[in-house]
């Protein structure tokens, strides 16, 4: 079993930062794509970034290009989102995911990630 859990939320003004954090434990991460999906009320589960723990190779949904960067800490097995200029409608829940079949493949689609955590609440204030 895999854990993954979130850190980093808060509530900013817009045009603010932010960094969440997500650490996990109880995984082999040389096989594993980490990636960052939000949700907001009434919306769909979005896409925002993820990386290939081997590699390094990153991807990014839409709505974070320019402003978003994932990272990751092999020491401490750790996945980072920096968000910059962060906008009103980048409101939501940020959950970290693992999907531990990518074989190098990066996924956008939630159904490929397998394990999950809380999330981490991201409010923008305008």
Do not use: H
């Not at 079993?1 to 954090?21: D, F, I, K, P, T």
């Amino acid at each position: 079993q895999v854990q993954l859990v979130e850190s980093g939320g808060g509530l900013v003004q817009a045009g603010g930062s932010l960094r969440l954090s997500c650490a996990a434990s109880g995984r082999t991460f040389s096989t594993y794509v980490m990636g960052w999906f939000r949700q907001a009320p009434g919306k769909e589960r979005e896409f925002v970034a993820a990386v290939d723990w081997s590699s390094g190779i990153t991807s990014y949904g839409e709505s974070g290009k320019g402003r978003f960067s994932i990272s990751r800490d092999n020491a401490k097995n750790t996945v980072y989102l920096q968000m910059n200029s962060l906008k009103p409608e980048d409101t939501a829940v940020y959950v970290c995911a693992a999907d531990k079949n990518s074989r190098g493949a990066i996924y956008t689609y939630s159904y490929r990630y397998e394990d999950w955590g809380q999330g981490t609440q991201v409010t923008v204030s305008s």
